[in-house]
């Protein structure tokens, strides 16, 4: 018998989860711990920011189906990782030990990188359901007395998608009311140029994106380094493509949103060997970390070094396919170690993304994420907006029925190469 853990229960931590019992021996045991009672769908975050859904519109109480899927379930915070020792400390002070390990922690937010960035400062998030939350709060109060407008991403971040959509969905909420008139629109992002995703666009996201700006009336500014953020006022930096000072720019505000920089979780920090300066676990082409071969890893927590050196620092996304396709590869090397054999398999780290713009959006196809690629495709209209609906749906149905790829999805994306593992 082998004792299981899974630390996370997020858009990876929960098909972790699900797929390791369905992989694992009847003797095994399979546990996840998480520091909340509610699985909530991130991608919808952006909508409940405007108050086009609520916080509860987006979560699924856990403890019911782990109970019918016969995974246990901790709700603790994870305050270290004992790597040596095969245990997790608690916050309680409890231990945990563990025959294998799954990291599946997703990221601490780097709000303090940028004084005055975050809910604690000057600016709103989408980054998580109850900054979300908040947003809408602010949303509403803001709508009533509208102003000028900034959203975008900091320096290193990693994930812009969620920041054109949000930016698109407030554009088209404020069109919605009649006072679109009234809002200075502006876009700052350490992307180098517009669509570049951290991932050196993909397909023509370049065109479609500016094009989207263009109509919108909405200025951009790339290659921004935040300097500061006070009540009202962001001071931004842009650089030239050396990396050189172009522009000093005060942009004053009355409503932003600005994604932060990514790091590893505090219970992460400093573990040598196990993760990498800023606190990303270090695993090899199979989820496993090189030096601790019982721990494995998925998802926005895990290190994986920039696409390219940028004139302002930009991270590579962890999109959501790409996750499942390591949620995979997990589960099955997992499984083969059970076995007695070596872990072999790979993911396919495909990147298939639906971006809302409120009333249309782009999708993409990357194949895989981080180029150079075999396919890469990009389109755009409204039928992205309702697929995207259909999709937080779909995802939603699956967590509460505890499934994580039905067999007619498999086939479905498998018709067109789109497939989990690699070979």
């Known amino acids: 018998m082998a004792k299981i853990v899974i630390v996370g229960a997020g858009i990876g931590g929960i098909p972790m989860a699900l797929e390791m019992k369905e992989n694992a021996r009847k003797e095994d045991e399979v546990v996840v711990i998480a520091d909340t009672p509610t699985f909530h769908f991130v991608p919808s975050n952006p909508w409940v920011a405007v108050n086009w859904r609520k916080p509860e519109d987006i979560k699924v109480e856990l403890a019911p189906m782990f109970k019918k899927k016969k995974i246990g379930f901790i709700q ?46 000057h600016t709103q998030s989408v980054c998580h359901v109850d900054h979300a939350g908040e947003s809408g709060e602010f949303w509403t109060k803001f709508v009533e007395e509208p102003g000028p407008i900034i959203i975008g991403a900091a320096q290193g971040a990693s994930c812009f998608g969620p920041a054109y959509e949000y930016m698109f969905i ?8 009649k006072i679109r008139d009234k809002v200075k629109m502006t876009y700052v992002t350490s992307e180098p140029y517009i669509g570049h995703l951290g991932l050196g666009g993909v397909g023509d996201t370049k065109g479609m994106l500016e094009s989207e700006l263009r109509n919108k009336s ?7 380094k935040i300097d500061k953020i006070e009540a009202g006022m962001m001071y931004v930096t842009e650089v030239d493509e050396n990396g050189q000072v172009k522009k000093q720019h005060e942009l004053p505000f009355k409503h932003s949103m600005i994604l932060p ?34 721990i494995y890893s998925i998802g926005v927590c895990i290190a994986i070094p920039p696409l390219e050196q940028t004139p302002v620092p930009t991270g590579t996304p962890k999109t959501g ?26 993911g396919t780290w ?74």
């Not at 945990?96 to 975050?118: C, Q, R, S």
């Open 76 to 121: 603790q915070k994870v305050t270290r990782f004992h790597p040596v020792n095969n245990q997790i400390e608690l916050a309680d002070g409890a231990m945990v030990d563990y025959d294998f390990l799954i990291i599946a922690t997703g990221p601490k937010l780097a709000f303090d990188e940028v004084p005055g960035l975050g809910p604690d400062g």
């Open 170 to 177: 407030a554009e088209t909420d404020l069109r919605q009311r």
């Open 218 to 224: 909405i200025n951009w500014i790339c290659n921004a």
């Open 261 to 294: 920089a990514f790091k590893g979780v505090d219970a992460l920090t400093g573990i040598d060997k196990l993760v990498n300066p800023r606190g990303f676990v270090i695993v090899d082409e199979h989820q496993r970390n090189p030096t601790f071969k019982n």
């Open 321 to 346: 396919y790409m996750i499942e396709s390591m949620v995979t590869a997990t589960a099955h090397n997992i499984r083969a170690e059970l076995d007695g054999k070596e872990p072999k398999d790979k």
């Open 350 to 423: 495909n990147a298939l993304c639906l971006a809302d713009f409120g009333d249309s959006g782009v999708a993409f196809l990357a194949m895989p994420q981080i180029p150079p690629r075999n396919v890469q495709w990009a389109s755009s209209g409204k039928w992205v907006h309702l697929a995207k609906i259909g999709y937080e749906k779909y995802f939603m149905r699956k967590v509460r029925k505890g499934i994580s790829e039905p067999y007619y999805e498999k086939l479905t994306l498998k018709m067109f190469g789109i497939m989990r593992l690699k070979g």
